[in-house]
């Protein structure tokens, strides 16, 4: 599921609160007439029009901020016009000072556009960069539904479009000669050098899956694509990253096997019940294996037929609303366990969306494998 604009014309990263809301028409309007009059109530109070007139120059400097080059353009010439009536009303001791007064109003407007031009120029070159890097992620990343002859997987992937922050979320869903392979990671970090990592993991995956009978020989894959490519990236000058991931070798049996790669557990939903799944003590995410003093081990767990397993990134449990808590994922996981796939990843999109009030600060990534029946 992709990010698009909406009804309100702005981009996805203003709306999730990536950055302010440009001004609208109306509030400029209010910000020229507001504080010209109220400068001009100020000026017949103190008998200082002409001074406090020249204040209106300094205007259209914060209207460039966040208006469009057009609104900058509208409040620079409003502020022209205003201190030019002003001087002409009540001028300055000499012709010169009425000059320099209205030749610096002059100048500093014309900087002020210049200001909003190329801000504008510029947020509109981070978001062709975002954009491109979140459709380069969707089209790597396969869209739902993912079927194999163990599971009907549906899903959500929304990558957060903000600047430089897109992040480096995957997923992957193999039919192989071994039973059904899956895959969710996060790399750590953000931005271009992330996603890059993350296509390296995802391409070894898809080859590992494959080629691999076992599912540690798969990990271990993984594992030398992420050293294999932190030390391209250290010859480039890129800081080395880590991948949280989890990863599952599901066949025609109900038990199942998995690693976990110090990624978010998953969860199991039934229709009596729903809860994470006890794989133990997580290893270590893909990167650091030379760290942990054991290698990584399989772990067991029972996957019933007509049951649901929920796989998530951290971009789901470290969602936060406005005054900081975290998404209850353990809670709600309960209330979803009677939904089918199809209709279980809109209920967590909005739901997420309404414990952040729009604020996405993370990639979101859900997986949801339904067990096909024997």
């Known amino acids: 599921m992709g990010i698009s604009s909406g009804a309100d014309g702005l981009d996805p990263a203003t709306r999730r609160g990536g950055r302010a809301a440009p001004l609208s028409w109306p509030v400029v309007i209010l910000w020229l007439v507001g504080i010209t009059a109220v400068l001009a109530v100020t000026g017949v109070v103190l008998s ?3 001074g406090l007139a020249p204040f209106l120059v300094f205007l259209p400097t914060l209207i460039a901020g966040r208006g469009t080059t057009r609104q900058t353009a509208v409040a620079a010439g409003w502020a022209t016009v205003v201190i030019a009536g002003s001087l002409i009303r ?5 012709a010169a000072a009425n000059a320099s007064v209205l030749v610096f109003a002059v100048a500093l407007n014309g900087l002020s556009v210049v200001q909003a031009l190329q801000r504008v120029r510029k947020e509109g070159e981070i978001t ?3 954009s491109a890097a979140a459709a380069l992620q969707r089209q790597v990343l396969r869209p739902f539904p993912l079927v194999t002859h163990e599971l009907l997987v549906h899903g959500l992937y929304e990558p957060l479009e903000e600047d430089s922050q897109v992040g480096g979320d ?5 039919a192989t000669p071994y039973g059904s392979r899956v895959l969710i990671g996060d790399v750590q970090g953000k931005g271009l050098p992330a996603i890059s990592t993350a296509f390296a993991v995802l391409n070894s995956f898809r080859e590992a899956a494959l080629a691999q009978p076992t599912l540690t020989a798969v990990v271990d894959a993984l594992e030398s694509s992420v050293l294999h490519h932190n030390a391209f990236a250290a010859q480039a000058g ?3 990253r880590f991948v949280t ?5 599901i066949g025609s049996d109900t038990k199942i096997q998995a690693i976990d790669c110090g990624h978010v557990p998953p969860y199991l939903l039934e229709h009596d019940r729903a809860g994470p799944v006890p794989l133990g003590e997580a290893s270590v995410p893909l990167g650091l294996a030379a760290l942990a003093p054991e290698s990584r081990t399989v772990t067991w767990f029972d996957f019933p037929y007509d049951s649901t397993l929920l796989l998530c990134t951290d971009g789901v ?3 936060r609303s406005p005054s900081g808590a975290f998404f209850p994922l353990a809670r709600r996981v309960a209330a979803w366990s009677d939904l089918p796939p199809e209709d279980m990843a809109p209920a967590i999109s909005r739901e997420l969306q309404e414990h952040t009030q729009g604020r996405q600060s993370d990639d979101t990534a859900v997986l949801l494998l339904r067990r096909n029946p024997r």
Do not use: C, G
């Not at 995957?170 to 193999?174: A, S």
């Not at 991931?245 to 070798?249: F, M, T, Y």
């Open 48 to 50: 200082r029009e002409t």
């Open 90 to 94: 009540s001028p300055l001791e000499t």
């Open 128 to 130: 062709r960069l975002r």
């Open 170 to 174: 995957i997923y992957e869903v193999m």
């Open 238 to 240: 890129e800081a080395e």
């Open 245 to 249: 991931a989890l990863v599952l070798d």
């Open 317 to 319: 449990t470290e969602a």
